[in-house]
């Protein structure tokens, strides 16, 4: 291949990394703006996150043998291991790990497979952003 | 004869630097290899060592990757599903550098610690090592091998933990 188109070729995957990249860089505050945008639509009666319900979610088994707690610990300042092969899972809470909250295909990604498995069904928006006010309230 | 006796020692001696190179090029290679025993890849690096240890793809064969692939919905009691753009990467990933397979046993979904090379290669270890709380599950490879996070399965550098 002649280097130009080489070069040209290499030029456009890192451009188009970068892109995807910015596609997916979010803070907290805009990912949880997402999801009560999300959650107005599912619910028109919504009222708001709540950590306090967030919390009760994250620690309670809801019909199987795991709840979110069960791998992320109680208190997801600390380190978590999971529940299957033992592997460390690096703490959720922002406060002890501010890359949590930050890649909105991520944090989508670990919803699906995590309600899934905990809950049988994918969580609701208010669910999620419950979730994410109780991490957030940590410190 | 003279020339010919320093003919002899000359080619001897080229004989001998030549033989010396190639074995040391050779130990070079094995080296090496032996220190990066597997491929890599980004993708899968990222997405198959999340939840364990990124397991070497020439530790199966490929329609045996080819069918963890597509049933990562239920994949041993969990949800580990891709976005499709990973999910085409990393089985491109697996199918090209993927083991040839010989003696695997193929029963429900493809497990590396069932293999006969696995068994074979684990047949010393004692089951108490096995089933302690330190290792949990034999696919727990970090367990014992240190470097397994980076691919590294020397067994040298094997330690069984108390």
Not at chain 2, 91 to 102: Q, T, V, W
Request: hydrophobic share 40%.
């Amino acid at each position: 291949m002649p280097s130009a188109a080489r070069r040209f070729l290499s030029v456009l995957a890192v451009a188009s990394t970068l892109s995807a990249a910015a596609a997916h860089a979010v803070t907290p505050d805009q990912l949880q703006a997402e999801y009560e945008t999300i959650a107005r639509k599912e619910a028109p009666g919504f009222a708001g996150f709540s950590a306090t319900r967030g919390a009760e979610f994250f620690r309670s088994t809801h019909g199987t043998n795991w709840s979110c707690a069960t791998c992320h610990t109680a208190k997801p300042v600390a380190e978590g291991r999971h529940a299957r092969t033992g592997n460390i899972i690096r703490p959720l809470a922002p406060a002890a790990n501010a890359e949590r909250f930050t890649d909105s295909a991520k944090v989508e990604k670990w919803f699906k497979r995590n309600c899934g498995d905990v809950l049988g069904r994918g969580c609701t928006a208010q669910e999620k952003g419950d979730v994410i006010a109780f991490l957030r309230s940590l410190n | 004869m003279k020339i010919e006796r320093k003919r002899l020692l000359f080619d001897l001696t080229v004989w001998i630097t030549s033989s010396l190179l190639a074995f040391s090029l050779l130990a070079i290679d094995a080296q090496a290899k032996s220190r990066n025993p597997i491929a890599d890849n980004a993708t899968w690096r990222a997405e198959c060592g999340s939840c364990h240890v990124a397991f070497p793809p020439a530790l199966l064969p490929a329609a045996d990757w080819h069918r963890l692939m597509g049933s990562l919905d239920r994949h041993f009691g969990a949800d580990a599903t891709v976005d499709a753009k990973s999910a085409a990467e990393i089985g491109a990933f697996l199918a090209a550098n993927a083991g040839r397979g010989e003696g695997r046993v193929t029963e429900g979904q493809p497990r590396i610690t069932t293999t006969r090379w696995f068994q074979h290669e684990h047949g010393k270890v004692p089951a108490a090592v096995m089933g302690s709380s330190a290792v949990r599950t034999a696919a727990n490879c970090a367990a014992c091998h240190p470097g397994a996070a980076t691919g590294d399965f020397n067994e040298h550098a094997v330690r069984l933990p108390r």
